[in-house]
């Protein structure tokens, strides 16, 4: 048996991005080193392999590897076409992790998703989309309201600022993401409460639901729209990093435990998830909660929240990554 290969896209510096954007892209090259350090530890032969060139790829893909690590969350800087890739490993027949292209296309279309979701009663806050020019004052959403790229991922343009509290700011907001963006931009009403992930993992056809995580929102204060923003997410040395540590286990009540734990679920086989995800849910202020979001690609580094939650799981990461070369060889051996 051949090397296995870990695939993930190079960072390329993209014209609509800033330069503290580029850091969620370089994370993946975490993901790589924990992913390929491990592969060998446990005697599988490892190939790092960063997409550039389609026209290579497919060209380097004869002989394709038995399977493939896809770690890749777009291509040439642009998150749209993250599931074009996985679209043409499933043209060539090539065994890969993670989820398939369709999944990673819907969720990454924010108010698809969310059409999708909503159409089969999951709980996910109200929202708008904003395609450009002037939005009117009796929109049909109750502020505050949260301003957001509706295709991107890693939190990429959210700032504090994107909680808007009036139809101007609103305006301002929306506009800028969409001149920087140039993508439709989502506009949710701003929900106040807890924030919690709910990292999933199959192993041998069953979904497994890890311990819950929570976003420890206390240290930002009671302005009433606290918010895990790009800041938060990925700039280590901020004040918002270190004020919105994650806990995993959460600390949550029995019946909100379970609440969580089912939303994760059927958002996961609405979607049509494959080998692992996390679903992303935020208590409104009375303590009811809504799906924000699937994150179908979630990070997988060594100090990331899924690694987390596979730790307090007792899931060594060796065995994490047994589990997906299982569940893939295992079924492509096992199909008809």
């Not at 790009?230 to 004040?239: H, I, N, Q, T």
């Not at 806990?247 to 029995?254: D, G, L, Q, T």
Request: hydrophobic share 40%.
């Amino acid at each position: 048996m051949g090397s296995y290969w870990v695939l993930f896209n190079a960072v390329l510096e993209t014209p609509h991005q800033a330069a503290k954007d580029l850091i969620s892209e370089a994370a993946v090259e975490e993901e790589v080193e924990a992913v390929c350090a491990h592969l060998k530890a446990l005697g599988h032969p490892c190939v790092r392999y960063p997409l550039v060139d389609i026209r290579k790829l497919v060209h380097d893909l004869t002989p394709p590897p038995p399977l493939i690590f896809n770690l890749c969350e777009g291509f040439r800087g642009n998150a749209r076409k993250e599931m074009h890739v996985a679209a043409l490993l499933e043209l060539l027949g090539i065994p890969f992790t993670g989820n398939p292209a369709k999944t990673l296309l819907v969720a990454q279309d924010k108010d698809l998703a969310k059409r999708i979701l909503s159409s089969a009663g999951i709980p996910t806050p109200k929202w708008m989309v904003y395609r450009g020019g002037t939005i009117a004052h009796d929109i049909p959403l109750s502020f505050p309201l949260i301003v957001k790229p509706a295709q991107e991922d890693s939190s990429l343009g959210i700032e504090k600022r994107n909680v808007v509290r009036d139809t101007e700011s609103l305006n301002q907001v929306a506009g800028e993401l969409h001149r920087r963006y140039q993508e439709p931009i989502l506009i949710e009403e701003f929900l106040s409460g807890r924030e919690f992930s709910v990292s999933l993992l199959e192993v041998e056809g069953e979904l497994r639901v890890l311990p819950i995580s929570e976003i420890s929102l206390q240290g930002l204060g009671k302005d009433g729209s606290p918010l895990v923003s790009y800041e938060a997410k990925w700039l280590e040395d901020s004040p918002e990093y270190k004020l919105t540590p994650s806990i995993c286990p959460a600390p949550v009540r029995e019946e909100l435990g379970k609440t969580l734990r089912t939303l994760a679920i059927e958002t996961w086989n609405i979607l049509e998830g494959k080998d692992y995800g996390r679903v992303d849910i935020r208590l409104d202020g009375e303590g009811k909660p809504f799906v924000l979001e699937f994150n179908p690609n979630p990070d997988i580094s060594l100090h990331a929240g899924f690694s987390k939650s596979l730790k307090a799981a007792g899931i060594p990461y060796e065995q994490f990554l047994e589990i997906l070369i299982h569940n893939n060889l295992h079924s492509k051996e096992s199909s008809p």
